[in-house]
């Protein structure tokens, strides 16, 4: 069984077509419905305008967004008019401050979000907020496709960063729809705690759940040999031709790791392959 139900969240008519080009080639593999938001967001924050002109700021702001989301349609029927897939584009027009609260509600119906790395260079606020509304509103997994990504949906190999962590456990329950379909799956322990109950064989209970669930597992376990966990999770990725990486979303809280930065938050800003999110 496979993910029958992807969604996206569009909001730049000449953005995130990488990102729509994997959920293309997804949906193929997966035999699922791709479904489309193509929004035009208004930013507009009331309290910049000095009284008389907000009424007339508003008014253009949001026929800007209105323009702005049939530009994206527009985009995205030209790119799959001739494609080989269920698919449908909505349109809508957002106020930011319903932003939130509209994807949380929306996508919760959906097996999974295909979105663009949310913590890139420059990175986009619209970006940050879908990707957050799509893990922690809607509660859903969520794939984010770095931007120039060439890899394909996931069938030769999948790393799962493990930790033996609640959020961890989480985006591998997340991934078993698909776990049967790839060749390979490395589960990957990088300096194990001694204080785990599995710390006589890391990654040994989690292995024994995906070989029945019909994966092929091997297990890695390495000592922290780089300062940085997220730089050695990505590095061995690379090298050993992983597809996609699974992990967790914010091991800590996420004030936390939006102070202090953390194994997550480096791979949602330079991840090498796609990633798969979960919480």
């Known amino acids: ?99 939130l609260s509209f994807i949380s509600d929306h996508m919760r119906f959906f097996d999974v979000a295909i979105l663009p790395l949310p913590y890139h260079d420059g990175p986009s606020q619209l970006d940050i907020a879908a990707f957050e509304a799509c893990l922690f509103g809607a509660d859903i997994p969520v794939i984010v496709v770095p931007d120039g990504n060439t890899q394909q949906p996931p069938s030769q190999q999948v790393l799962i960063a493990w930790d033996d962590g609640a ?3 989480a985006a591998t329950r997340a991934v078993l729809p698909i776990i049967g379909e790839v060749g390979l799956t490395n589960i990957c322990v990088v300096n194990p705690s001694d ?21 092929t597992v091997e297990i890695t376990v390495s000592a922290k040999l780089r300062s940085n966990v997220a730089d050695q999770l990505m590095q061995h990725a690379t090298e050993t031709g992983a597809e996609m990486i ?24 330079q991840a090498p392959v796609p990633v798969l999110l979960a919480n």
Do not use: C
């Open 1 to 99: 069984m496979s993910f029958k139900s992807i969604t996206m969240f569009l909001h730049d008519p000449t953005g995130a077509l990488t990102a729509l080009d994997y959920a293309i080639a997804a949906a193929r593999k997966w035999g699922a419905h791709l479904h489309i938001v193509a929004a035009g967001v208004d930013t507009t924050d009331p309290g910049f305008y000095y009284a008389g002109a907000q009424a007339i700021a508003i008014q253009q702001n949001l026929e800007f967004a209105q323009t702005q989301s049939s530009e994206i349609e527009d985009v995205i029927r030209k790119r799959l008019h001739a494609e080989d897939i269920n698919w449908d584009v909505e349109s809508v027009t957002l106020m930011s401050g319903g932003l």
């Open 167 to 169: 959020e961890a456990l």
């Open 195 to 215: 204080v785990r109950k599995d710390r006589s064989d890391p990654g040994g209970r989690l292995a024994q759940m995906l070989s029945r669930a019909g994966a």
């Open 246 to 269: 699974v992990m967790g979303a914010y091991g800590h809280s996420r004030l936390r790791e939006a102070v202090i930065g953390g194994v997550t938050r480096t791979i949602l800003r």
